[in-house]
Structures are given as C-alpha cells and as structure tokens.
C-alpha cells in the first residue's frame, strides 16, 4: 500500500506577496535620511532581488507585475525618470527566465555571478536611460555606491530561492 505524500502548496501570497512587501519596507527603512559618522545608509535595489529569484522559484504572470509596480514604487521614491526601474527589473526577470534551464540546480557560487551579471546589467541599463533622459552622465561614485549594497544581499535572493525551490512538488 503506498503511502499518501504530503504536499506543500505555496501560494503567491507566500513568495511573491510577502516578499515584495518586505522588499518595500527594508527599501523605505533604508531610505530614511540617517547618518552614522558623517555616511548615509546605503540604498541597495532590493526588488533586483526578487527579480533574479522569482523566474527560478517558478515562472508566473503575477511576479512581472508585481516587479513593474516595485520599480514604479522606486521611481516615485527616488525621483528617477518614471517607468525606469520598471523596465530595468522586467529585463532582469526576462533574463533570468531565458536562461532558467541552465540556472535550476546550480550551487550557490554559479548564482552569485549570475547575479552579479545581472545586477551590473541592471545598473548599466538605468545609467544608459539616465544619460540619455538628463542629457549628462550621473556621478560614477553615487553608481558603485548603489551597486555594492545591491551584490551584498545577494544572500537574501539565495534564501529565497532555497526556501520555495522545492515549495510546490505539483511543478516538477
């Protein structure tokens, strides 16, 4: 007689949902203007998190949509040009999507450049809109200080995706 398998179903409220929220909380705590010994917190893109772990976790319709609303949050946040981080976070997801066969299963290090590749893209694209829509070069100082925080919580998106890889067997 077999045995019936528990499966746990994960809903989007769990990993879509919920993270996005933290992602908007963590993001309006550190952009809180605080300073430590004459240093600002540092303002690392969170949602570019959730961009790289949601098309491993599982492909839906509801994360791209809910990665357009974070970025519009962080336009109107961070007074850039409205639609970039949308448009910077769609294009993370997208390339993350095309190459989810060769990413699912990787170890944690094959993760971490794929991330890295991919957030210094995400920042290179933001840096080629900026450019063209002010007509001059942002600082390049202000850039790297955004993008090291961004590759420090890469952690976050490997805990993420360790946590709902195996969340729904239904997938597989």
């Known amino acids: 007689m077999r045995r019936p398998v528990a499966v746990r179903v994960v809903g989007p409220l ?3 949902i919920y993270p996005a929220l933290l992602a908007v909380l ?5 952009a ?7 240093l600002s917190l540092p303002e690392p893109v969170i949602p570019l998190v959730l ?15 809910m990665l357009f609303v974070l970025g519009l949050f962080l336009d109107l946040l961070w007074y850039a040009p ?12 997208a390339a993350i999507l095309v190459s989810r066969n060769f990413l699912m299963g990787q170890e944690t290090r094959v993760l971490f450049v794929w991330y890295t590749v ?12 900026v ?3 002010a007509g001059r070069a942002p600082s390049l100082l202000a850039l790297l200080g955004q993008i090291v925080p ?10 993420l995706i360790q946590r709902f890889d195996d969340g729904d067997v239904r997938f597989r």
Do not use: E, H
């Not at 963590?26 to 550190?30: Q, V």
């Not at 210094?120 to 809109?129: D, E, H, M, R, S």
């Open 82 to 93: 409205l639609g970039l981080w949308g448009l910077v976070l769609l294009c993370v997801y």
């Open 26 to 30: 963590a993001t309006l705590i550190l």
């Open 150 to 159: 961004t590759l420090l919580i890469f952690p976050l998106a490997d805990r």
């Open 51 to 65: 961009a790289f772990a949601w098309p491993l976790i599982r492909p839906s319709i509801s994360a791209p949509l």
């Open 131 to 133: 450019t063209i829509v």
């Open 118 to 129: 991919a957030a210094l893209g995400a920042f290179f694209l933001a840096y080629v809109i």
């Open 14 to 16: 769990q990993w879509i």
């Open 32 to 38: 809180t203007p605080v300073t430590l010994f004459g």
